[in-house]
Nanobody, 128 residues
């Protein structure tokens, strides 16, 4: 498994922005890509975004499309999630994750079962 550490969460007003980072302990995650998930209080964890490392293809949940941008820095073994136009409903603990095998397409990256490495999570709170 890959060790993942998220950072960048915090408290922001509605309409504001935050950038989350996910640092990986090794370069093996580059083979398959990575994803972001979030879990709000009382709700199930849900897919947010993912990026395929080899192709650079990105995938987004409808709820964040057009507001969030996922990117990566191969040299730093780090993935980012730029979150703009934040809404109170974006309040959640955000997790980054790495899949155990090659993944392709939205249906694969949005499936939690394909991920075997998870970070500890970072809290994002958006006030109205």
């Amino acid at each position: 498994q890959v060790q993942l550490v998220e950072s960048g969460g915090g408290l922001v007003q509605a309409g504001g922005s935050l950038r989350l980072s996910c640092a990986a302990s090794e370069r093996t995650f580059n083979k398959y890509g990575m994803g972001w998930f979030r879990q709000a209080p009382g709700k199930e964890r849900e897919f947010v975004a993912a990026i395929n490392w080899s192709s650079g293809s990105t995938y987004y949940a409808d709820a964040v499309k057009g507001r969030f941008t996922i990117s990566r820095d191969n040299a730093k073994n780090t993935m980012y999630l730029q979150m703009n136009s934040l809404k109170p409903e974006d309040t959640a603990v955000y997790y980054c994750a790495a899949p155990r095998n090659y993944c392709s397409g939205y249906g694969c990256y949005a499936t939690q079962a394909i991920y075997d490495s998870w970070g500890q999570g970072t809290q994002v709170t958006v006030s109205s």
